[in-house]
């Protein structure tokens, strides 16, 4: 069955400092993968995405994610975190089936940012 | 380009009443998924609309129930509602398997 797993639910960086999170994925074919954050009370705004080629992704906001299909991960990567990245994020993988397009996604990781 | 717009943005319902949440998709977008996030969860797919016809469905009893318009708005409703019903209730809109883009949801509270 397909599913995606973020492992750490809660992360607390300082600002100014480096940043991974972790995302694990379950999927038969090659798949499609996205980055989304989520501020309290808003939708979901797209970061990243990975469709085929370099494995090395950049995004918005200064995030980057490296897909490494042995190890079926997709970790998100900031060198230097700023206050108002303070957010969840949500890794998702796209699924083609019958026809139908959709996303699976992880269960989330809340990012807290000290000052 | 005009994003992805939802209303209402809250909503409280009581158990057993019927509710219909409404999106605009972003301009130029001709599908249109609805996903169900509870609180402290991942989204979760519910269906998925293209040419106004329902062409997916995730694990959702048929109390939930869409439309799409020829504008590619649409509509999700959903019958008898039970209290685990109370949840973000997100639209998203994509043309082809382009990447879903969100609006901001609305937050239903059923009691």
């Known amino acids: 069955a397909q599913s995606v797993t973020q492992p750490d639910i809660h992360i607390t960086v300082s600002e100014g400092a480096s940043l991974e999170l972790r995302c694990n994925y379950s999927y038969g074919a090659t798949p499609y993968l996205f980055w989304y954050v989520q501020s309290p009370g808003q939708g979901l705004q797209l970061l990243l995405k990975?469709?085929?080629?370099?494995?090395l992704v950049q995004g918005i906001k200064g995030f980057e994610a490296e897909f490494k299909r042995s190890q079926s991960s997709f970790n998100l990567r900031k060198p230097s975190v700023h206050w108002s990245d303070a957010a969840e994020y949500f890794c998702?993988?796209?699924?083609?089936?019958?026809?139908?397009?959709?996303?699976?996604f992880g269960t989330g990781t809340r990012l807290k940012v000290l000052a | 380009e005009t994003g992805v717009t939802q209303s209402p943005t809250h909503l409280i319902k009581t158990r057993g009443q019927q509710v219909t949440l409404r999106c605009s998709s972003q301009?130029?977008?001709?599908?249109v998924s609805w996903y169900q996030q509870a609180l402290g969860q991942g989204p979760q797919f519910i269906f998925q609309?293209?040419?106004?016809?329902?062409?997916g469905r995730g694990n959702f009893p048929p109390r939930f129930s869409g439309l799409q318009f020829p504008n590619y708005s649409s509509e999700l409703n959903v019958n008898a509602l039970e209290l685990d019903d109370s949840a973000l209730y997100l639209c998203?809109?994509?043309?082809?398997?382009?990447?879903?883009?969100f609006g901001n949801g609305t937050r239903l509270t059923v009691t």
């Open positions: 609309y293209y040419r106004e016809e329902e062409n």
């Open positions: 998702a993988v796209g699924t083609l089936t019958s026809g139908t397009y959709k996303y699976i």
């Open positions: 998203a809109s994509s043309r082809d398997n382009s990447p879903l883009h």
């Open positions: 301009s130029g977008h001709n599908t």
């Open positions: 990975y469709f085929s080629g370099d494995t």
